[in-house]
């Protein structure tokens, strides 16, 4: 039997998000960062079906005042952002946007790298790149 070769953790943003995060001034070494801390198991929110909600801190600035950020998220695999918002703009997501969410990362969690590829290709998804030495 061969041996498999270990997944590598991708991290990806959404076109919406890119937008939310260039207005907001979050890097994508930010959002790496974010998402490691997640994978690292330092999770702000778990909410449950592949969702989770993360604060970003930006270079330079704590988490506490910054953006919140939803992310579709499978341990060791994966990371989606996919939403994002000003704590002083927005307390929390409603309950129908959540469960919007959980059946988006139902569909976008189930993907193959492939087909993740292809929604990299079409432009729906933007892979963000880990920094040298990750």
């Not at 992310?71 to 002083?88: P, Q, T």
């Amino acid at each position: 039997m061969r041996p498999v070769a270990p997944q590598r953790f991708a991290v990806y943003k959404s076109k919406p998000f890119a937008r939310f995060a260039r207005k907001a001034r979050i890097s994508d070494l930010d959002l790496w960062e974010t998402a490691r801390l997640a994978n690292a198991g330092q999770i702000d929110a778990d909410l449950g079906g592949g969702v989770i909600k993360q604060r970003i801190a930006r270079g330079g600035e704590g988490k506490s005042g910054g953006s919140r950020s939803i992310i579709l998220f499978r341990f060791r695999a994966r990371a989606v952002f996919v939403y994002g918002f000003e704590k002083k703009n927005l307390g929390n997501i409603k309950s129908d946007e959540l469960e919007a969410f959980r059946e988006l990362a139902d569909v976008i969690l189930g993907y193959s790298d492939s087909e993740m590829a292809k929604r990299v290709a079409d432009g729906a998804l933007i892979e963000i790149q880990p920094p040298k030495g990750d």
